[in-house]
């Protein structure tokens, strides 16, 4: 089992950047799959991106060339640098493990906001 804590969001202004970190304990990080999603109210968690233990990313077509994201397996740590921020990306950002052996397991952190408004 996997435990995540996110940090990291807040208010910005369009245009702006936030660099979002989670925070992993409990099992193995390197051997996870690791994601980030996002949800507004009334509409399903969507993917954003996913970084899997085998080095893979990919990204929603919506952030692609504006966020990237890495992980730290030494430092049990997942990052999404957000850049180019536009009041569109204001939603809840939660953390996702799933096993790399099991992806049908899902592990969430309790998320952090992120609001994008001048």
């Known amino acids: 089992q996997v435990q995540l804590v996110e940090s990291g969001g807040g208010l910005v202004q369009p245009g702006g950047s936030l660099r979002l970190s989670c925070a992993a304990s409990?099992?193995?990080?390197?051997?996870?799959?690791m994601g980030w999603y996002h949800q507004v109210p009334g509409k399903q968690r969507e993917l954003v991106a996913e970084f899997t233990a085998s080095g893979n990313t990919r990204y929603s077509d919506v952030v692609k060339g504006r966020f990237t994201i890495s992980r730290d397996n030494a430092k049990n740590t997942l990052y999404l640098q957000m850049n180019g921020l536009k009041p569109e990306d204001t939603a809840v950002y939660y953390c996702?493990?799933?096993?790399?052996?099991?992806?049908?397991?899902?592990?969430w952190g309790q998320g952090t906001q992120v609001t994008v408004s001048s």
């Open positions: 409990g099992s193995p990080f390197s051997s996870y799959d």
């Open positions: 996702n493990a799933k096993p790399s052996w099991f992806r049908q397991i899902d592990y």
